[in-house]
């Protein structure tokens, strides 16, 4: 009995000493919070850029985070780390039209022009929903209409009556389908969180080689801020691929993944 004792006892502290140290790290990033927000506002954003980053270290994230760090880094004149902070907090909150905006003033000095390549209607279309919401949002909705589903196959089971018997099937199909798409949505959103599969160029101005090797032939030279999609690595380069569909070799030193 005195060993569970102890054991309960010891349980405890390790429990209350932890719980302590969480409250401590909330309090010392709400302090850095607001010291960062009196910096952007006195227009010290260098300052206000080392409280942002500070908070990022302690391991938090999150759409308005970045969206700050990269409007102080804007403010700074450090366009590339501005666009690559606006990315970061377009992933999280990719329906976010302060962000969208700020990013498009931004995208403004990006020296290279790129001409999309066109997309069919009804995969702009699809895109644009999966983008309504992030994916905590969509993995809500899908187990909200989930368990509306399952109330509605208890109906179909137990009623007696037929039409709503057949009401509850025929709506419980369309949720089962709206549930497992929106599910795919919420999938596709995680994806982009969890592969970083973009990034922003760092390099001035950088040569996009045919192969991983500085004797690789020129392919077309790309500048600073540029957004680029990896496909591929080897060693120390990079795969890239753009958005008019051209592809080539980088040095990885180049890119920072958004």
């Known amino acids: 009995m005195k060993a569970k004792k102890y054991i309960y006892n010891y349980i405890g502290i390790l429990v209350g000493i932890i719980l302590s140290l969480n409250s401590l790290a909330q309090e010392d990033n709400t302090q850095l919070w607001e010291k960062a927000n009196a910096y952007y506002t006195t227009e010290e954003y260098q300052q206000a850029v080392l409280m942002y980053e500070q908070i ?21 004149g450090d366009i590339n780390n501005a ?6 907090a377009k992933v999280l909150a990719p329906h976010d039209e302060d962000i969208e905006f700020n990013l498009r003033i931004a995208n403004q000095y990006v020296v290279t022009s790129i001409d999309e390549l066109p997309q069919p209607f009804f995969l702009r279309w699809r ?4 983008n309504m919401y992030p994916a905590d949002s969509w993995a809500v909705i899908s187990i909200s209409a989930f368990l509306v589903f399952l109330f509605l196959l208890g109906l179909f089971v137990f009623s007696q009556k037929v039409f709503i018997r057949r009401l509850s099937f025929w709506a419980g199909i369309l949720l089962i389908v709206f549930s497992a798409f929106t599910f795919s949505f919420a999938a596709q959103q995680k994806k982009k969180i969890v592969e970083r599969n973009q990034a922003i160029v760092f390099c001035p101005r950088v040569t996009v080689k045919s192969s991983p090797t500085q004797t690789g032939t020129d392919l077309f030279l790309i500048y600073e801020g540029l957004k680029v999609e990896i496909t591929d690595s080897l060693t120390t380069w990079t795969e890239i691929k753009l958005a008019d569909g051209n592809e080539g070799w980088l040095p990885d030193s180049c890119i920072v993944k958004i």
């Open 56 to 76: 990022l270290n302690t391991g938090e994230e999150s759409a308005k985070l970045y969206f700050n760090l990269g409007n102080s880094y804007y403010k700074s």
């Open 127 to 130: 895109q644009s929903v999966v």
């Open 83 to 88: 666009i690559l902070n606006f990315e970061r």
